[in-house]
């Protein structure tokens, strides 16, 4: 023994040594250690309540997109509806477009057709107002000759009238198509 090292330690030192060698023997918790252990402890049950935490999400998330599946089954064929009639739609636009050129085109014949009718009318006006100064005076008719025995009593058949006058009247505004 006389070459080991050694060196001198106070009794009470070594009695508290002694103390956290029983305890730790024991299980008990030694000081710094008491305060690690209450850590662990505490970060132990923080992490069994994020756990908690989590499951409840992943059950919450697992529902949600249980959900977002049964609306999308049922948006879906309402969004083909829509398509559909999006194409409907473009095509009842592409026939009023239609509809309307055809519209226009028929009216340009109207209105061309009726500025030639009504300058006709003004030619035939014209033309009777210069049949009227040139027409001579009208003489009276003869009456008409009876041949004897044929109608006694009945009277004549009344004289044809002078040449009757036409006019010509604008013809009758009507709707758009007819």
Do not use: C, W
Not at 47 to 59: G, K, P, Q, T, Y
């Amino acid at each position: 023994m006389a070459e080991e090292d050694y060196e001198l330690l106070p009794h009470r030192e070594i009695q508290r040594l002694k103390e956290e060698i029983s305890k730790l023997k024991g299980g008990e918790a030694v000081g710094t250690d008491k305060d690690l252990r209450r850590a662990v402890m505490n970060l132990s049950e923080k992490i069994d309540s994020m756990n908690e935490i989590l499951e409840a999400a992943s059950v919450d998330l697992r529902e949600e997109d249980k959900e977002a599946e049964i609306i999308k089954d049922k948006i879906d064929p309402i969004m083909e509806k829509m398509a559909e009639l999006a194409d409907q739609n473009q095509k009842i636009a592409k026939g009023l477009v239609a509809i309307h050129d055809l519209v226009d085109e028929k009216l340009e014949e109207l209105s061309t057709v009726v500025g030639e009718l009504r300058a006709m009318a003004a030619d035939i006006r014209d033309m009777k107002t210069g049949i009227r100064r040139i027409r001579a005076p009208e003489m009276p008719r003869p009456a008409p000759i009876t041949p004897p025995g044929l109608g006694l009593g009945v009277p004549p058949p009344p004289a044809p009238e002078g040449p009757k006058r036409m006019e010509l009247k604008p013809p009758k505004k009507r709707g758009l198509f007819g």
